[in-house]
């Protein structure tokens, strides 16, 4: 079923988890979203702009331009905006069962869009007794390559920034083009991820403009490279796939996504198992040689 160079990867801890909003979506409290959409969230905060502002910024939304219609609300909230995001994911929840999956992939390496801390909790629930704890890195800067070489310890990766450090969001376009384009580190890191990792995205829709130019990039320049992965739901259109394929050599995973994303987990809980069964498979051969 999964690509047995997926799988060797995987049993060697050598895959990358990049994990993006449809992954935080599968929280939920009390039944409900832990955390409203970007969508719903500028809408929400669209709500007590002035009348033109209000038109204008949910016209932008329309269109799905969140980076200048989160720009506009950002200059209008001025100090008051980091305690409206800090309020909406900030929040407590419980982490679900696909992030718990995820987890169990056991990868010493997450990167994710997502400033919540959710991954933060799932990945401290799956963690045994006396292992070696994640660092969390927010930022990104010079510190960021130690991840590339401290193979001792796991790393999660926050590269829109986390809600307990207002300071490292990512919001804006403003803070996106700085953080995106305006920062070295940014894509010198990104691309030495691409040439000696293999990357898994989960929940990740490829509509950032910055990551999506790195495939890019690095399809371009290294066409007899490995591919990476993206996990995508069957129905998804042909066109794009094929675009993921060709254009950034990323390899389509497809799962059942009725009955509310359900089967998303039931994948990943099966990738985890031909993963540890490779691992065993590879420690045997080892030993008898």
């Not at 009390?30 to 669209?46: C, E, I, M, N, Y």
């Not at 371009?220 to 950034?248: C, F, M, Q, W």
Request: proline share 3%; glycine share 4%; charged share 25%.
């Amino acid at each position: 079923m999964f690509n047995n160079d997926l799988l060797r990867d995987l049993a060697e801890s050598r895959v990358v988890l990049f994990l993006g909003a449809g992954v935080s979506a599968s929280a939920q409290i009390a039944g409900s979203p832990a955390f409203k959409g970007w969508s719903d969230f500028l809408r929400g905060a669209a709500q007590n702009c002035d009348a033109d502002l209000k038109d204008q910024v949910l016209s932008l939304i329309d269109a799905k331009d969140y980076l200048l219609a989160c720009q506009l609300l950002q200059d209008s909230y001025a100090d008051e905006w980091q305690e409206l995001v800090t309020a909406e994911y900030g929040k407590a929840a419980e982490p679900s069962r696909l992030l718990k999956s995820l987890m169990s992939l056991k990868q010493r390496i997450v990167i994710t869009t997502n400033f919540d801390k959710l991954i933060e909790a799932a990945w401290t629930q799956c963690l045994k007794s006396g292992s070696r704890n994640f660092k969390v890195l927010s930022t990104i800067d010079r510190n960021v390559f130690r991840a590339l070489k401290d193979f001792e310890t796991p790393y999660l990766i926050k590269i829109h920034g986390s809600v307990d450090n207002a300071s490292s969001l990512v919001f804006s376009r403003s803070e996106y083009i700085r953080m995106a384009f305006g920062n070295e580190n940014y894509a010198t890191f990104l691309d030495s991820i691409l040439l000696n990792y293999t990357i898994l995205f989960v929940g990740f829709s490829m509509d950032d403009p910055a990551i999506s130019s790195l495939m890019e990039l690095y399809a371009l320049n290294y066409p007899d490279a490995r591919p990476h992965y993206i996990v995508i739901p069957e129905g998804s259109p042909e066109n794009i796939t094929e675009i993921n394929k060709e254009l950034r050599k990323l390899s389509a995973i497809k799962y059942d996504s009725s009955d509310r994303h359900s089967r998303l987990t039931d994948l990943i809980d099966k990738l985890a198992k031909d993963a540890n069964d490779k691992r065993r498979e590879i420690i045997a051969g080892r030993l008898a040689s």
